[in-house]
C-alpha cells in the first residue's frame, strides 16, 4: 500500500513538474532537473554562506530541542503532565524538518532526500538506542555521500545524485544489539 502511494505522488509530483517546466518562463526543463536532483555545484558563495548558516541554525535547534521532543514523542502523557508543551511540539516538529528539507533540497534534491530513509532505516535496525541511532545515521549517511561521490567521479557519465542513492541500497539490514 505504501509503494503504491509513493508511486502515486511520484507520479503527481512529475506531472506537476512537467507543467511547471512547459510554461514560457522555465521551457528549457533546467527548472525541474535541479528540483529532483538538485545542484550543489550551482550554488553561488552568498547562497552557499547563506545555506549554511541555516543548517547550523537548524542543527542547534534540533539540539536543544532532541530530549523533549524524544520523551514527548515516547510517553506524551507523561511528558504534559510534566509541564512540556506537547501539542506544540507536535506541531513544531514537521515545522522543523520541512525548514530542513526545503533548505537541503535546494543542494541534494527532492529524490536523494528520499533516498535518507534507507541509512536511517539501517541505523535503527542496528541499535535500539536513540541517541546512537542518530549518530550511527549521520556516519551510514556521509559514507554513502562519499561513496556516491567516488563512484561518480570514476564513471564519468554517472549522475551524483544517483551514485549516493545507489551506494546507501548495500546498508546493513540485521540488528546487532538487543
Same mark, same amino acid.
Given at each position: 500500500?505504501?509503494? /503504491?502511494?509513493?508511486?502515486?505522488?511520484?507520479?503527481?509530483?512529475?506531472?506537476?513538474?512537467?507543467?511547471?517546466?512547459? /510554461? #514560457?518562463? !522555465?521551457? /528549457? *526543463?533546467?527548472?525541474? =532537473?535541479?528540483?529532483?536532483?538538485? +545542484?550543489?555545484? *550551482?550554488? +553561488? +558563495?552568498?547562497?552557499?554562506?547563506?545555506?549554511?548558516?541555516?543548517?547550523?541554525?537548524?542543527?542547534?535547534?534540533? &539540539?536543544? @530541542?532532541?530530549? #523533549?521532543? @524524544?520523551?514527548?514523542?515516547?510517553?506524551?502523557?507523561?511528558?504534559?503532565?510534566?509541564?512540556? $508543551?506537547?501539542?506544540?511540539?507536535?506541531?513544531?516538529?514537521?515545522?522543523?524538518? *520541512?525548514?530542513?528539507?526545503?533548505?537541503?533540497? &535546494?543542494?541534494?534534491?527532492? @529524490?536523494?532526500?528520499?533516498?535518507?530513509?534507507?541509512?536511517?532505516?539501517?541505523?535503527? #535496525?542496528? !541499535?535500539?538506542? $536513540?541517541?546512537?541511532?542518530?549518530?550511527?545515521? =549521520?556516519?551510514?549517511? %556521509?559514507?554513502?555521500?562519499?561513496?556516491?561521490?567516488?563512484?561518480?567521479?570514476? =564513471?564519468? /557519465?554517472?549522475?551524483?545524485?544517483?551514485?549516493? #542513492?545507489?551506494?546507501?541500497?548495500?546498508? $546493513?539490514?540485521? %540488528? =546487532?544489539?538487543?
Amino acid at each position: 500500500m505504501i509503494g /503504491n502511494i509513493f508511486a502515486w505522488i511520484l507520479g503527481l509530483g512529475v506531472f506537476f513538474l512537467t507543467v511547471y517546466t512547459t /510554461n #514560457r518562463s !522555465t521551457g /528549457n *526543463g533546467a527548472a525541474g =532537473v535541479n528540483v529532483l536532483f538538485g +545542484s550543489i555545484f *550551482g550554488f +553561488s +558563495s552568498g547562497n552557499a554562506v547563506l545555506a549554511a548558516v541555516i543548517g547550523a541554525a537548524l542543527c542547534l535547534l534540533m &539540539q536543544l @530541542l532532541a530530549r #523533549r521532543l @524524544l520523551f514527548a514523542t515516547l510517553d506524551p502523557d507523561v511528558a504534559a503532565a510534566c509541564g512540556l $508543551p506537547v501539542r506544540l511540539i507536535g506541531f513544531g516538529f514537521p515545522a522543523l524538518v *520541512g525548514a530542513c528539507t526545503a533548505e537541503a533540497a &535546494q543542494a541534494a534534491g527532492a @529524490l536523494l532526500l528520499l533516498g535518507l530513509a534507507a541509512p536511517a532505516g539501517a541505523a535503527v #535496525r542496528l !541499535t535500539t538506542r $536513540p541517541y546512537r541511532a542518530l549518530g550511527l545515521f =549521520v556516519v551510514l549517511a %556521509v559514507a554513502d555521500l562519499w561513496a556516491g561521490l567516488t563512484s561518480s567521479c570514476t =564513471v564519468p /557519465n554517472l549522475p551524483p545524485c544517483f551514485a549516493i #542513492r545507489d551506494s546507501s541500497f548495500g546498508a $546493513p539490514r540485521g %540488528v =546487532v544489539e538487543r
